[in-house]
């Protein structure tokens, strides 16, 4: 099992932080925003003299949540096709180890999120991964430099949309593509799709708005980031196919079950998700906003104009991100301050890609992007002179 390398530099920013060293933390996905206080007053006035344990597919309260959300925007599911899951992980986990054996394959789409390479080593699944480029901002390829992928163990496509790590959104015809490719080789369509409402330019398409895969497409969703609840926890799997529901069922009643309180505490946002979503897809587009602008001032360097989620992959005039971001976060300092960013290798499965890309996430505040931003334009001056 792999470390997360998003993580393992943290404890060297916590040691410089100590030193009296400002880190301004560009490398994980934990917006900076207050969590609504509905979400508070609800567990406060719960009031429960027990805290049971919940059913194992999910409090049937936070299912039907789940179901008018779901519903709010354009996807109609009932509530015997719906999971509630410990987060969007468990959900992925579930989806993985219900469509395949030990050793089977699933395709993904690299750079992907990270921790789909843990996931699969804990459902004992083979990741295949089919290379991105950023020239065209990670867009999909054409179905012919898809299809050599495929094998007689590849189950599924796993894809996230607006995709983490690098805010593309897959355009309709992008998503008519993988549906083809699905039906023509009876794979599952597993699409991640927490960030849907991050879609700050382009139209959001979900793969359950394709009636023709009905039966093959598999969501992966999480309240986390639209309502800024990431330790809540709650997540789901929901898909129009009784036999993964049921399998991912068994693998619910395995676990026994969702923590209680989150999933009580969750629901008023699910069932009026305008009102705590809207400001804060808002503040992330004025965020997305004000990085593009400032990248335009940094020289040799490449880069895109992210469509939806809050990140953004950048390619560095370094050899090695890694090298530089490992520097960047142990011995460099401006004006006794220095920022902590995401090398890509770890957004890859192919050995040698990301060498010289790494991942922002602008989860902080603009004017602290602002002053993080001009950090790395006066540390990568100084690291080539170095």
Same mark, same amino acid.
């Given at each position: 099992?792999?470390?997360?390398? #998003?993580?393992?530099?943290?404890?060297?920013?916590?040691?410089?932080?100590? !030193?009296?060293?400002?880190?301004?933390?560009?490398?994980?996905?934990?917006?900076?925003?207050? +969590?609504? &206080?509905?979400?508070?007053?609800?567990?406060?006035?719960?009031?429960?003299?027990?805290?049971?344990?919940?059913? &194992? %597919?999910?409090? =049937?309260?936070?299912?039907?949540?789940?179901?008018?959300?779901?519903?709010?925007? $354009?996807?109609?599911?009932? @509530?015997?096709?719906?999971?509630? +899951?410990?987060?969007? &992980?468990? %959900?992925?986990?579930?989806?993985?180890?219900?469509?395949?054996?030990?050793?089977?394959?699933? =395709?993904?789409?690299?750079?992907?999120?990270?921790?789909?390479?843990?996931? /699969?080593?804990?459902?004992?699944?083979?990741?295949?991964?089919?290379? #991105?480029?950023?020239?065209?901002?990670?867009?999909?390829?054409?179905?012919?430099?898809?299809?050599?992928?495929?094998?007689?163990?590849?189950?599924?496509?796993?894809?996230?949309?607006?995709?983490?790590?690098?805010?593309?959104?897959?355009?309709?015809?992008?998503?008519?593509? *993988?549906?083809?490719?699905?039906?023509?080789?009876?794979?599952?369509? *597993?699409?991640?799709?927490?960030?849907?409402?991050?879609?700050?330019?382009?139209?959001?398409?979900?793969?359950?708005?394709? @009636?023709?895969?009905?039966?093959? /497409?598999?969501?992966?969703?999480?309240? &986390?980031?639209?309502?800024?609840?990431?330790?809540?926890?709650? $997540?789901?799997?929901?898909?129009?196919?009784?036999?993964?529901?049921?399998?991912?069922?068994?693998?619910?009643?395995?676990?026994?079950?969702?923590?209680?309180?989150?999933?009580? /505490?969750?629901?008023?946002?699910?069932?009026?998700?305008?009102?705590? =979503?809207?400001?804060?897809?808002?503040?992330?587009?004025?965020?997305?906003?004000?990085?593009?602008?400032? #990248?335009?001032?940094?020289?040799?360097?490449?880069?895109?104009?992210?469509?939806?989620?809050?990140?953004?992959?950048?390619?560095?005039?370094?050899?090695?991100?890694?090298?530089?971001?490992?520097?960047?976060?142990?011995?460099?300092?401006?004006?006794?301050?220095?920022?902590?960013?995401?090398?890509?290798?770890?957004?890859?499965?192919?050995?040698?890609?990301? %060498?010289?890309?790494?991942?922002?996430?602008?989860?902080?505040? +603009?004017?602290?992007?602002?002053? %993080?931003? !001009?950090?790395?334009?006066?540390? #990568?001056?100084?690291?080539?002179?170095?």
């Amino acid at each position: 099992m792999q470390a997360s390398p #998003l993580r393992k530099l943290a404890a060297t920013a916590e040691a410089r932080k100590k !030193q009296g060293i400002k880190v301004y933390h560009l490398n994980i996905g934990q917006p900076d925003l207050p +969590t609504a &206080s509905i979400v508070y007053e609800t567990i406060y006035n719960l009031g429960k003299p027990t805290l049971a344990y919940a059913p &194992s %597919a999910g409090i =049937i309260q936070t299912i039907s949540a789940w179901k008018n959300y779901f519903k709010h925007v $354009g996807i109609d599911f009932q @509530e015997d096709e719906i999971i509630v +899951t410990s987060g969007g &992980s468990e %959900a992925i986990i579930f989806a993985m180890c219900s469509i395949c054996d030990a050793g089977d394959e699933i =395709i993904v789409f690299e750079p992907f999120y990270t921790n789909y390479n843990g996931f /699969a080593t804990i459902a004992d699944v083979n990741l295949h991964p089919v290379p #991105l480029s950023i020239s065209n901002g990670f867009h999909l390829p054409d179905v012919s430099e898809i299809e050599p992928h495929i094998n007689e163990r590849t189950k599924g496509i796993l894809f996230t949309n607006p995709s983490n790590p690098t805010g593309t959104i897959y355009t309709k015809d992008e998503l008519k593509r *993988l549906v083809m490719i699905a039906k023509k080789y009876n794979l599952f369509l *597993l699409s991640d799709e927490v960030y849907r409402e991050f879609n700050f330019d382009s139209d959001f398409y979900s793969i359950m708005n394709f @009636e023709e895969v009905r039966n093959q /497409a598999i969501l992966l969703d999480s309240c &986390s980031k639209r309502f800024n609840v990431c330790g809540a926890r709650i $997540g789901a799997l929901a898909s129009h196919n009784k036999d993964i529901i049921n399998s991912a069922f068994k693998f619910a009643m395995a676990r026994l079950s969702v923590a209680t309180i989150e999933q009580l /505490a969750i629901i008023p946002l699910l069932n009026n998700p305008d009102e705590y =979503i809207t400001p804060i897809v808002n503040e992330f587009r004025k965020r997305r906003d004000v990085v593009y602008e400032y #990248l335009k001032t940094i020289p040799n360097i490449t880069y895109y104009k992210p469509e939806g989620a809050f990140y953004i992959v950048i390619g560095l005039p370094v050899d090695d991100s890694e090298k530089f971001c490992r520097w960047l976060i142990e011995d460099f300092e401006y004006n006794k301050e220095t920022v902590l960013i995401a090398p890509a290798q770890g957004f890859y499965a192919t050995p040698g890609k990301g %060498a010289n890309e790494v991942r922002l996430a602008f989860t902080i505040k +603009t004017e602290e992007l602002l002053k %993080a931003l !001009q950090i790395i334009k006066v540390a #990568l001056e100084k690291y080539n002179k170095k």
